[in-house]
């Protein structure tokens, strides 16, 4: 989810040791002021000190930086027998008001950062309510999640994941908000919250879909009769989102895409994309007349021991190097399962292969089998990598990623 940022006892510590920076400038140039001839004058140059101050420190250390300046000026001119003249006492007066609007300054500024940090806190807890750590095993499924907001800052935006467990398996949702502005989050809020409260009936795929679309429609009609409602632009917001049901005794999982990038499945080292004969509109469109759940049909993939399955949303592929070209997610997966196979370090043991550490990609889908699967966290590390390799900088659109595995012996499902 991205770095934290440092704790206040790291900042406070690497404050103190900054403020040696302006205490030597004001040295140096106070020596070299007394020693320097006559005509010429160094005491202005002072003013560096309280403004570099600033840069690091809070409005105390600048202001007692500031001071501290003003003596040094005035030992200055005591030093060299002008300090009743009034060219020293222009230069006095100068610094001590440049010195108070920096004083200033970084009042202002520390303002602004405690009130960032309490927007990062609002921000972290908001991700917490909002997107639930998936669990790392659900009966015969390993999972790991990856979420990656494209505002600087940020660790929340529109794209949402969740997961339940039912009697007979493992339901997940991945989905985006498409929309404008905060109210993005309220929907994905609305979205997760019908999912959570309906993902453990033990109800069909298509009860479940239809459940979260009247949600998602009623959500949004709510907003437009609203009066601070954004009415004009109700039309384009929505929700695309790709429903999967796991079985735990079968090799199959039932999918439902509303208008979502369709997921990834790993098999015996060859990705392909789970392609629906007909793909349902995103929630939150309405889908017209006749019974809600015949427009949620379910197509079937197997999904044995040892696959993999990646659900995402558009950020990953349709992220952009530098000569504007997509993100290649099928033939990186691949080569990704392959370096694993050929002897890559796996993220819960060593793997057996022949290679180095990353192998040679030689697309030999036997090599998986001999390193065992990929785990979800060491693929999610591998993908989010070569995904900032290709970008060469920050993402450019929020990105969430799940990957799933079916385990392959019992032991390892169980832990």
């Known amino acids: 989810m991205g770095d934290r940022a440092p704790t206040r006892p790291v900042r406070v510590r690497a404050g103190r040791l900054l403020l040696l920076l302006p205490l030597a400038l004001m040295a140096l140039i106070a020596t070299t002021d007394i020693l320097a001839p006559a005509d010429i004058h160094l005491g202005p140059l002072l003013v560096v000190a309280p403004a570099i101050t600033a840069a690091f420190a809070g409005p105390r250390a600048t202001a007692a930086i500031?001071?501290?300046?003003?003596?040094?000026?005035?030992?200055?001119?005591?030093?060299?027998?002008?300090?009743?003249?009034?060219?020293?006492?222009?230069?006095?007066?100068?610094?001590?008001?440049?010195?108070?609007?920096?004083?200033?300054?970084?009042?202002?500024?520390?303002?602004?950062?405690?009130?960032?940090?309490?927007?990062?806190?609002?921000?972290?807890?908001?991700?917490?309510?909002?997107?639930?750590?998936?669990?790392?095993?659900?009966?015969?499924?390993?999972?790991?999640s990856?979420?990656?907001?494209?505002?600087?800052?940020?660790?929340?935006?529109?794209?949402?994941?969740?997961?339940?467990?039912?009697?007979?398996?493992?339901?997940?949702?991945?989905?985006?908000?498409?929309?404008?502005?905060?109210?993005t989050l309220g929907d994905a809020a609305l979205l997760l919250g019908a999912f959570h409260a309906a993902a453990h009936r033990q109800s069909p795929l298509p009860d479940l879909a239809a459940s979260l679309e009247d949600s998602v429609s009623w959500g949004l009609a709510e907003v437009a009769a609203s009066d601070e409602g954004m009415g004009a632009d109700i039309g384009e917001r929505f929700v695309t989102a790709a429903i999967v049901d796991i079985l735990d005794e079968r090799p199959l999982l039932q999918l439902i895409n509303c208008g979502h990038p369709p997921p990834l499945l790993l098999h015996e080292g060859r990705a392909a994309f789970l392609e629906m004969?007909?793909?349902?509109?995103?929630?939150?469109?309405?889908?017209?007349?006749?019974?809600?759940?015949?427009?949620?049909?379910?197509?079937?993939?197997?999904?044995?021991?040892?696959?993999?399955?990646?659900?995402?949303?558009?950020?990953?592929?349709?992220?952009?190097?530098?000569?504007?070209?997509?993100?290649?997610?099928?033939?990186?997966?691949?080569?990704?399962?392959?370096?694993?196979?050929t002897g890559g370090q796996d993220g819960e043991g060593s793997g057996k292969g022949n290679g180095g550490e990353d192998g040679s990609r030689n697309g030999n889908s036997g090599g998986v089998a001999a390193a065992g699967p990929l785990s979800p966290a060491e693929l999610m590390r591998r993908l989010t990598e070569d995904l900032q390799q290709h970008l060469g900088g920050p993402v450019q659109d929020d990105t969430a990623m799940i990957a799933v595995v079916r385990a392959d012996d019992e032991r390892s499902a169980t832990g």
């Not at 997961?163 to 929309?179: C, N, S, W």
């Not at 000569?323 to 691949?334: A, I, K, M, N, S």
């Open 146 to 183: 990856e979420y990656y907001a494209a505002t600087v800052g940020a660790h929340i935006g529109g794209d949402l994941y969740a997961a339940a467990r039912t009697q007979h398996g493992t339901r997940l949702v991945i989905g985006d908000v498409r929309g404008k502005g905060l109210e």
């Open 277 to 341: 004969p007909q793909q349902c509109p995103p929630l939150g469109l309405g889908l017209g007349p006749g019974p809600a759940v015949a427009n949620y049909p379910v197509t079937e993939f197997r999904f044995e021991r040892g696959d993999v399955l990646l659900l995402y949303t558009d950020g990953l592929i349709e992220a952009r190097d530098g000569d504007g070209r997509f993100y290649p997610l099928q033939e990186r997966v691949e080569a990704l399962a392959s370096a694993h196979g």
């Open 66 to 144: 500031g001071a501290l300046s003003v003596v040094t000026l005035v030992t200055i001119g005591a030093a060299r027998g002008v300090l009743t003249t009034e060219n020293l006492e222009v230069q006095i007066a100068s610094l001590v008001l440049i010195g108070a609007f920096i004083v200033v300054f970084a009042g202002v500024q520390e303002r602004r950062d405690v009130e960032l940090d309490r927007a990062r806190t609002v921000s972290e807890a908001t991700q917490r309510v909002l997107l639930r750590p998936l669990p790392t095993r659900a009966g015969p499924l390993r999972l790991a």
